[in-house]
């Protein structure tokens, strides 16, 4: 039995990933992964205003001890004038890119390809490129960031310097309202309350014990907001994945230790908390709720314990 077959956004492995990618290069040839230094380099000879934001106490999912952020206002590029940017680097790599304002031309008029659809996204696979028309928003990420659907994010600095502090629930416990057991009609409801938006998938059969996931976006857990699938099984929650970076795994070890105590359970991929209903996946970042029952028989079926 496998622990999980969970929803992964299928466009991403329709087309090959290439090794370099195209779309940020518009940026005077910038490049994911680039360091903050090379970066604003190039920036400062295309852009009207740049400025770095530096965070103390990283929340975001792929830095692991530091965290910023590269504002830049009017960039001049090949194919039109861009009002704002902001480049975001995760230990001094550049991680992702939120641009906004006369994006979807600039970044559309010259491509031959298609893009695929994705709830309110049109995406181009191998640029690792989305847009959204109707904000006018486009982000550029990593792979990884793909895994965590930073594309859903809008960065709160972008509106730098009319924003210079950012609040968040930076509560380190799993939010209450996701609990395991509820049916779906006690859940829908909450769960979009507390959601940026959802999106309601029926599973294709393959796993017996789930039936329908909702995908939630925006949800905060450790002060950022995150992915969450939701699924049922027989009309009732009996698992939840919280999708993170492995950046954060630190942080997450000990938010989960002080809420929970040790880990009953390690091993290479998987710590196991409190009596089998939670787990910290290290293989593919994410936090692991399932309901007690289930647990326990992926204890003996799965953990061979």
């Not at 975001?88 to 641009?99: G, H, M, P, Q």
């Not at 999106?199 to 294709?204: F, K």
């Amino acid at each position: 039995m496998k622990l999980k077959q969970k929803f992964i956004i299928s466009l991403f492995f329709a087309l090959p990933m290439v090794l370099c990618a195209q779309a940020e290069m518009i940026f005077n040839d910038t490049q994911l992964n680039e360091s903050l230094e090379t970066v604003t380099q190039k920036l400062k000879d295309i852009s009207e205003t740049t400025n770095v934001i530096s965070i103390d106490n990283p929340s975001f999912p792929l830095a692991k001890t530091k965290e910023e952020h590269l504002v830049c206002s009017k960039i001049k590029t090949k194919h039109g004038i861009i009002e704002k940017a902001v480049f975001t680097f995760a230990d001094n790599k550049l991680s992702y890119i939120e641009a906004k304002g006369n994006v979807f031309n600039t970044f559309t008029e010259t491509r031959n390809d298609t893009a695929r659809t994705y709830i309110d996204y049109d995406v181009y696979v191998k640029d690792k490129l989305f847009l959204n028309k109707k904000k006018d928003i486009a982000w550029i990420i990593t792979k990884e960031a793909m895994h965590t659907n930073l594309f859903t994010w809008e960065n709160p600095y972008l509106n730098f310097p009319s924003t210079t502090e950012i609040e968040s629930n930076d509560s380190s416990k799993i939010p209450p309202f996701l609990k395991t057991g509820k049916t779906l009609n006690e859940l829908k409801p909450v769960l979009e309350a507390n959601s940026k938006f959802i999106n309601i998938e029926e599973l294709d059969g393959s796993d017996p014990n789930a039936q329908l996931q909702i995908n939630c976006f925006g949800v905060d857990y450790l002060g950022f907001p995150r992915k969450v699938e939701a699924r049922f099984g027989d009309n009732k929650l009996n698992v939840v994945w919280i999708l993170t970076g492995k950046g954060e795994e630190d942080r997450i070890r000990k938010a989960l230790t002080n809420q929970y105590g040790d880990p009953i359970f390690v091993n290479d991929a998987w710590e196991i908390f409190n009596n089998w209903q939670v787990g910290l996946r290290k293989d593919k970042p994410e936090v692991l709720l399932i309901k007690k029952e289930l647990g326990l028989e992926y204890k003996t079926t799965y953990f061979k314990q």
